[in-house]
Nanobody, 131 residues
Framework: QVQLMESGGGLVQPGGSLRLSCAAS????????IAWFRQAPGKEREGISYISYGGTETYYADSVKGRFTISRDIPKDTVYLQMHNLEPADTGVYFC????????????????????????WGQGTQVTVSS
């Protein structure tokens, strides 16, 4: 059974930084597009970033562009989301997702595909930005 595991969330003050990690069991992340979604309290889950298979394409939603960076560690088969200058609006549960048709859908760039395009999801990690 494929499992995705997010880690690195926590409580941070505005302006602070966190690095989220996404790892998997029984699945090789390197071969697929990996996306990060987040769900703020009372809001729908939104796709905020992805890195394509091979790392040739990355995407950031306008709300995080310039502050978040997505990357891969190939030897560790882990994807990171480095978050800087965090704001209270960044509070939410952060999920990584992969598989399904997302890899093909992102092969030429474009926004984060819809949730239905992803087959595997992690349980999420809570990020709270508050003073």
């Amino acid at each position: 059974q494929v499992q995705l595991m997010e880690s690195g969330g926590g409580l941070v003050q505005p302006g602070g930084s966190l690095r989220l990690s996404c790892a998997a069991s029984r699945f090789t992340l390197e071969r697929y597009t990996i996306a990060w979604f987040r769900q703020a309290p009372g809001k729908e889950r939104e796709g905020i970033s992805y890195i394509s298979y091979g790392g040739t394409e990355t995407y950031y939603a306008d709300s995080v562009k310039g502050r978040f960076t997505i990357s891969r560690d190939i030897p560790k088969d882990t994807v990171y989301l480095q978050m800087h200058n965090l704001e209270p609006a960044d509070t939410g549960v952060y999920f990584c997702a992969t598989g399904g048709r997302a890899t093909i859908a992102t092969s030429s760039g474009g926004p984060v595909p819809s949730e239905a395009m992803f087959e595997y999801w992690g349980q999420g990690t809570q990020v709270t930005v508050s003073s």
